[in-house]
């Protein structure tokens, strides 16, 4: 299961990025990705069908792995509070960037996975998992952050893909 991270701020917009003490920061969710966060806490702890409660999550690290400098702080925020909810250790080995490894990660991971990451790369990280770019959709739209993709080896390590609603908070939409 693949989320893209909560809400994040727009440049010049109204809503500022604060970090988990109310503090202003650019890199972190906006207070309705705070909220996100938050009701994502319900839906993966008590899952509807399709889904599956997590028995593993995976999220970009912040820490660029060559020391360059740090990433957003989001895709690790929008699983913090599902991840102490279900008393799990967040796997934030790789960042942005290293899809290829992170698969890697995710297939051995204990499964069902639920994994939070930028939306500009999950195609990437989708094409990864599967073995192949034909599963999952080439891009994720921009403001989509209500979207859950969901990847399953079948027989034989055939992929199938589906992609549902969260539908938790107003303005969500429907799959």
Known sequence: ??????EKP????????????????????T????????????????????????????ASATVKKDGSGTRSKR?????????????????????KGQEQLAAESIRIAPSPVLVSWQHESIPGLAAAIAGSTEIAPPSWPDDDFDSIWMLEAGQDNVWSFLRMSQALLDGDGTA
Do not use: K, N
């Open 1 to 6: 299961m693949i989320i893209r991270h909560a």
């Open 10 to 29: 727009v440049p010049g917009g109204a809503d500022l990025g604060v970090d988990e003490q109310g503090e202003g920061d650019p890199a972190s969710l």
């Open 31 to 58: 207070v309705r990705g705070w909220q996100r966060a938050g009701a994502l806490c319900r839906l993966f702890s008590e899952p509807p069908l399709p889904l599956s409660m997590p028995a593993s999550i995976v």
């Open 75 to 95: 895709p690790s925020q929008t699983i913090a509070p599902l991840a102490m909810r279900l008393g799990l250790e967040p796997d934030l080995t790789h960042s």
